[in-house]
């Protein structure tokens, strides 16, 4: 199977920043696309950022100008660095990787653990 593991959440005070990390193992062949996703407190999971192999990305609209991302193919990790911190931007921050793996002909989405994410005003 393939492990996504996230590091870099924590504590934060509004205005500051944060940079998350992911990193894919396992039995990965390639990897399309690799993002964030985050879930508040009471809401559902939503899409934060997501980098294609080829470098194009997508942003949800309340992080556009606060959030940038980044990939390094060679090594099958994902970073989402971000700056600007809003009591609004805390949550559980997944990792996320469509992959296609060494046994299946197909790609296939996979999640990490989740780390937290919480500003303070």
């Known amino acids: 199977q393939v492990q996504l593991v996230e590091s870099g959440g924590g504590l934060v005070q509004a205005g500051g920043s944060l940079r998350l990390s992911c990193a894919a193992s396992g039995s990965i062949r390639s990897i399309n696309v690799m993002g964030w996703y985050r879930q508040a407190p009471g809401k559902p999971r939503e899409l934060v950022a997501t980098v294609t192999t080829g470098g194009g990305t997508n942003f949800a609209d309340s992080v556009k100008g606060r959030f940038t991302i980044s990939r390094d193919n060679a090594k099958n990790t994902v970073n989402l660095q971000m700056n600007s911190l809003k009591p609004e931007d805390t949550g559980v921050y997944y990792c996320?990787?469509?992959?296609?793996?060494?046994?299946?002909?197909?790609?296939?989405?996979?999640w990490g653990q989740g780390t937290q994410v919480t500003v303070s005003s």
């Open positions: 996320n990787a469509e992959v296609l793996t060494l046994y299946r002909s197909f790609p296939r989405d996979y």
